[in-house]
């Protein structure tokens, strides 16, 4: 079990996902603060891959690498085939093997638990900037690979800043990437509870769980990974439900160690135990040159993004292929 089951913990959540708005950060000032980030000049473009600055095609294989080795490469993937009248597929896939940090930072206002929240740009969001979790980052973002900035609060969710108990762990789990689009892509889910006094950087605000919620139905606001790792701490409610419950105390209520759920935890191992027992082959990595994607036609004029203007987390003027 972790922090975040324990029945303390659930009531503090229980109340930040009651509290509609803050005053620590009022929700009527979000659009303006995200307009005010995007007021920085983002400006992203797609260019042909020969204009990407240090990465290249690999010779022989065609994989599209980083002259550093890091960050991330571009290569192929063959699925066997699922059947005798079924064929083998071949697909370009992001190979990534090191693990990043996906973590948010908490903090009681008036008793009441803040979530550091970061408006940050990244070229593929259809709005440049949305929401997303205090610390977003690979290993060789964190290690600047990219000559950028350092990570902000990145040390609330290090080793050594937990052992000089500059904060507590509420969640701490791998968790994988989209499976279609990454190779055995991992990410550090992480949630911590401090009590130190942190000033916000002007790209955070602390916002709690029931204005998020708020802001999770509205379209492109908060970020897939601000979603998964949220997704980690939902607030649970005990004991039994109001006479007339609405959907939104029947869904807190399923989440309670109380629920009875329709099928019980070893029953759903044991269902998808099954499924992976009959599973296809795995799928292995091949030269990109292997796929359609890298079949010698000489069109690598693939998306990719050029930001001109400052990144929050890269070097001024910066370009990549489209990826983590």
Request: charged share 20%; with cysteine; net charge neutral.
């Amino acid at each position: 079990m972790s922090e975040a089951d324990t029945p303390a913990l659930q009531q503090r959540l229980l109340l930040s996902a009651a509290a509609q708005d803050s005053p620590v950060f009022p929700l009527d000032r979000v659009d303006a603060w995200l307009a005010a980030r995007s007021a920085e000049t983002f400006r992203v473009s797609r260019v042909p891959f020969d204009d990407l600055d240090n990465w290249c095609f690999e010779p022989g294989s065609g994989n599209l690498r980083h002259r550093t080795g890091r960050f991330f490469s571009i290569e192929g993937l063959r699925t066997p085939a699922d059947g005798p009248d079924a064929s083998e597929a071949f697909q370009p896939v992001i190979v990534q093997p090191e693990i990043g940090t996906l973590g948010i930072l908490v903090r009681e206002f008036d008793g009441i638990p803040h979530f550091l929240m970061q408006a940050k740009m990244e070229p593929g969001n259809i709005n440049t900037i949305q929401v997303s979790p205090t610390v977003q980052a690979t290993r060789s973002n964190s290690a600047r690979a990219h000559g950028g900035a350092a990570v902000r609060y990145l040390e609330y969710f290090s080793g050594s800043g937990l052992g000089r108990g500059r904060g507590k762990v509420l969640v701490d789990v791998l968790q994988s990437e989209h499976g279609s689009y990454f190779l055995h892509k991992r990410n550090r889910h992480m949630v911590v509870e401090t009590c130190e006094d942190i000033p916000a950087h002007e790209d955070f605000r602390w916002l709690t769980l029931g204005q998020i919620h708020r802001l999770l139905r509205r379209n492109h606001v908060i970020n897939m990974d601000a979603r998964t790792v949220l997704s980690c701490v939902m607030p649970a409610a005990e004991g039994p439900a109001p006479a007339d419950p609405s959907f939104a105390d029947l869904v807190l209520h399923s989440l309670g160690r109380s629920a009875v759920p329709r099928h019980t935890l070893p029953e759903l191992m044991s269902w998808l135990t099954g499924i992976r027992t009959h599973a296809r082959p795995p799928a292995r990595p091949v030269p990109l040159e292997s796929t359609t994607a890298g079949d010698g036609s000489g069109d690598r004029t693939g998306s990719n993004a050029a930001a001109a203007g400052p990144s929050p987390s890269s070097a001024p003027g910066w370009r990549r292929p489209p990826g983590r």
